[in-house]
């Protein structure tokens, strides 16, 4: 272990999860075992099952940024796997010794596993559709009849379920070791919130043993890696949302797990006239100083770990501008850590997806270092959301949007894979919330309705919440469609989120952080209810697949088909005439010429509050077909293939409003 500013290590070994003491303390000297600031130690017969964890002695002198204190046990940041059966979160705060009441770390062995010849998918981005979720929720509601609910096992159990919808990849939100044992607040009818997302990361190496049916025994990596193998035989990609930005130690006044009481001043970014207060560009409490040398090789050391050893196939990073800034907090042009990244051999085939900003105010959708990164684009989400809902003068920037986001990565050199296209995410509303309410409802979360996001560009079309009237959910189910295919015609890489599929609802809360109940977890007999919806979205997933040209990996250049087409036009209620400069418009329809033989594609997005009729261009040896109408019910709102609805008038077509539709040529 790396620590600059130690004076003295001991090593504490466990027999077992529940033992309150060491059976033996090893006490490092700093003559012997301590080499260029690297603190190490051999110990002969220590095998794969025992349990260990640090004391490290040093300065107390908070001014300056030092935080030892040989009371405190801490666990290594490198550790495979780690126990909080005996951990409580009070006596990592105060000045007792918490042996009794600490994490440990565990020995595991990397070797013996069978991987049965798995290794990382290798799918192409531009073929990626993504499906977020988080692992606890997903299955934790007694509904799913899961045999260990909220677990990594309990994925595999609804991976038929993640191959009818058609995704190819999940990302999973945090699954590193977080202290779920915070509480956070309590409620005045007594209920605890916790830390129930995740984003507060103690053990980086480690996968969270809360998601493990058997955390005491060790058996952490074989429980995710029996996930990634059986995840990556049904042909689903594994990418790991990942919190390089901050830690769970949060502020001068947070636990100390490892980093803190390792070497604080290293690991973090502290007030330069007052060390003793910690830098906040991540909102969290602290911010990891990730363009130090020591913290550089510790993510570095991570990420090809998880690669190599746990067979990921890719990492979305939070708040991922805080990789960019140096050591003094301000941005770098070309920040060390982002570049060892982008550039690892061992990393080269893996996906990296960068949430470009922090909440400091660094915003970099558009010009995140390194060129390979895709970026959520939250002006995606945001303009498509607007237009969706009916605002006006929008129909150039979606089209933008829509083509792959030209206007924001073209001139950088980068395509539209660098674009992660998405209308909801974990942070927000669910997309049937965001057709179900106008303002967020989060008084459930203790804050007075304080946190979460106040603009959403939403909209409850009558009533706010759940609603008996049918006419308000017909329409509320063909906004939803709306949204699902706006998104699976762009170019780019799209992104759903978990039960959206289905309609679920988290009751209006758009920042659901810390609620481990019903409002988050995904409800499977809503499944069975919304099986009309299930269906659009596979049927909207397995259209996507079968048209390349809503997967191309570059930007539309003008080329023509040998029916004179070109790769997409751009119209409005008349051909080659959008209203690009129509501060009232409300309509957007493009064409996508396909090529050799594949299936021209035209689009009619008619966001007016009136019917109104379309032109359609002519397709020279060819008829238009009906394929989409998200103003039908099912099963009319999708067609199956060799299924689409011949249009007798080829010239023009007559649209709903607030609906889309999709023709397809043949």
């Known amino acids: 272990m790396f620590s600059e500013n130690a004076t003295g290590i001991e090593l504490l070994l466990f027999k077992n999860a529940i033992?309150?003491?060491?059976?033996?303390?090893?006490?490092?000297?700093?003559?012997?075992?301590?080499?260029?600031?690297?603190?190490?130690?051999?110990?002969?017969?220590?095998?794969?099952?025992?349990?260990?964890?640090?004391?490290?002695?040093?300065?107390?002198?908070?001014?300056?940024?030092?935080?030892?204190?040989?009371?405190?046990?801490l666990i290594d940041p490198y550790s495979r796997a780690v126990t909080n059966y005996l951990y409580d979160r009070r006596s990592a705060i105060d000045d007792s010794d918490n042996v009794e009441k600490s994490m440990r770390s565990i020995i595991v062995s990397d070797e013996n596993y069978d991987w049965e010849k798995d290794k990382p998918l290798n799918r192409p981005i531009n073929q990626t559709i993504i499906y977020e979720m988080h692992?606890?929720?997903?299955?934790?509601?007694?509904?799913?009849?899961?045999?260990?609910?909220g677990?990594?096992?309990?994925?595999?159990?609804?991976?038929?379920?993640?191959?009818?919808?058609?995704?190819?990849?999940?990302?999973?939100?945090?699954?590193?070791?977080?202290?779920?044992?915070?509480?956070?607040?309590?409620?005045?009818?007594?209920?605890?919130?916790?830390?129930?997302?995740?984003?507060?990361?103690l053990s980086f190496f480690a996968p969270h043993s809360g998601?493990?049916?058997?955390?005491?025994?060790?058996?952490?990596?074989?429980?995710?890696?029996?996930?990634?193998?059986?995840?990556?035989?049904?042909?689903?990609?594994?990418?790991l949302d990942v919190v390089f930005s901050h830690t769970g130690e949060s502020s001068h006044d947070g636990p100390t797990i490892n980093l803190k009481g390792l070497d604080n001043s290293i690991y973090y970014y502290l007030v330069d006239d007052d060390k003793q207060y910690y830098m906040d560009y991540s909102g969290c409490g602290n911010t990891l100083n990730c363009n130090h040398p020591i913290v550089q090789k510790f993510i570095i050391d991570c990420l090809e770990y998880?690669?190599?050893?746990?067979?990921?196939?890719?990492?979305?990073?939070?708040?991922?501008?805080?990789?960019?800034?140096?050591?003094?907090?301000?941005?770098?042009?070309?920040?060390?850590?982002?570049?060892?990244?982008?550039?690892s051999e061992k990393l080269s085939n893996t996906k990296i997806i960068a949430e470009a900003w922090d909440a400091a105010g660094l915003y970099q959708v558009g010009y995140f270092p390194g060129y390979r990164f895709g970026e959520w684009n939250g002006l995606y989400r945001d303009q498509v959301r607007r237009f969706l809902r009916g605002d006006t003068g929008l129909a150039n920037v979606v089209a933008n949007r829509i083509a792959g986001s030209a206007d924001i990565y073209q001139n950088t050199g980068r395509l539209p894979i660098n674009s992660v296209n998405f209308i909801t995410s974990h942070d927000g509303f669910t997309l049937n919330d965001l057709v179900s309410y106008k303002e967020k409802h989060n008084?459930?979360?203790?804050?007075?309705?304080?946190?979460?996001?106040?603009?959403?560009?939403?909209?409850?079309?009558?009533?706010?919440?759940?609603?008996?009237?049918?006419?308000?959910?017909?329409?509320?189910?063909?906004?939803?469609?709306?949204?699902?295919?706006?998104?699976?015609?762009?170019?780019?890489?799209p992104m759903i989120l978990y039960g959206d599929e289905i309609k679920r609802t988290q009751q209006g809360n758009n920042n659901a952080y810390c609620?481990?109940?019903?409002?988050?977890?995904?409800?499977?007999?809503?499944?069975?209810?919304?099986?009309?919806?299930?269906?659009?979205?596979?049927?909207?997933?397995?259209?996507?697949?079968?048209?390349?040209?809503?997967?191309?990996?570059?930007?539309?250049?003008?080329?023509?088909?040998?029916?004179?087409?070109?790769?997409?036009?751009?119209?409005?209620?008349?051909?080659?005439?959008?209203?690009?400069?129509?501060?009232?418009?409300?309509?957007?329809?493009?064409?996508?010429?396909?090529?050799?033989?594949?299936?021209?594609?035209?689009?009619?997005?008619?966001?007016?509050?009136?019917?109104?009729?379309?032109?359609?261009?002519?397709?020279?040896?060819r008829k238009w077909y009906k394929a989409i109408d998200t103003s039908d019910s099912s099963p009319g709102d999708i067609l199956e293939n060799d299924k689409e609805v011949y249009l007798p008038d080829q010239e023009k077509f007559y649209a709903k409003s607030k609906s889309i539709f999709v023709l397809v040529s043949k």
Not at 45 to 72: E, I, M, S, W
């Open 306 to 343: 998880w690669v190599e050893q746990m067979h990921v196939d890719g990492f979305r990073f939070d708040e991922a501008s805080i990789l960019s800034r140096g050591e003094d907090g301000a941005p770098l042009k070309h920040p060390p850590v982002i570049w060892q990244i982008e550039l």
């Open 135 to 149: 692992v606890g929720a997903f299955t934790k509601s007694p509904s799913s009849n899961c045999r260990f609910p």
């Open 151 to 201: 677990t990594f096992d309990a994925i595999i159990e609804k991976i038929p379920y993640l191959k009818e919808l058609g995704v190819t990849a999940v990302e999973l939100m945090p699954v590193f070791e977080f202290d779920e044992k915070n509480v956070l607040r309590k409620m005045p009818d007594g209920t605890h919130l916790r830390d129930f997302w995740g984003y507060n990361t």
């Open 19 to 73: 033992d309150k003491q060491p059976f033996q303390i090893i006490t490092l000297d700093p003559l012997v075992n301590n080499t260029f600031n690297f603190w190490h130690i051999f110990v002969e017969k220590l095998t794969p099952g025992y349990f260990y964890a640090y004391r490290v002695d040093g300065p107390t002198d908070v001014g300056n940024g030092h935080r030892f204190n040989k009371k405190k046990v």
């Open 515 to 621: 609620q481990d109940n019903e409002i988050s977890w995904f409800d499977w007999q809503q499944a069975d209810k919304e099986k009309q919806m299930f269906r659009f979205f596979s049927r909207l997933i397995s259209f996507r697949k079968k048209h390349s040209s809503l997967c191309e990996k570059h930007f539309f250049s003008g080329k023509i088909n040998e029916r004179g087409l070109a790769d997409i036009s751009w119209h409005g209620v008349k051909l080659n005439s959008p209203g690009w400069d129509n501060p009232q418009c409300k309509v957007l329809s493009f064409t996508m010429g396909g090529l050799n033989e594949e299936q021209d594609i035209h689009a009619i997005i008619n966001m007016d509050d009136r019917d109104l009729e379309f032109e359609l261009p002519p397709v020279p040896t």
């Open 211 to 239: 998601y493990c049916f058997s955390p005491l025994e060790g058996r952490h990596v074989k429980e995710f890696r029996d996930m990634v193998k059986a995840l990556h035989k049904a042909g689903i990609e594994v990418i």
């Open 443 to 493: 008084e459930l979360n203790g804050e007075e309705n304080h946190d979460g996001i106040n603009e959403n560009f939403s909209d409850n079309y009558g009533v706010e919440g759940a609603s008996e009237d049918p006419n308000i959910n017909e329409f509320r189910n063909r906004m939803i469609k709306n949204f699902a295919t706006i998104l699976m015609l762009s170019r780019g890489v």
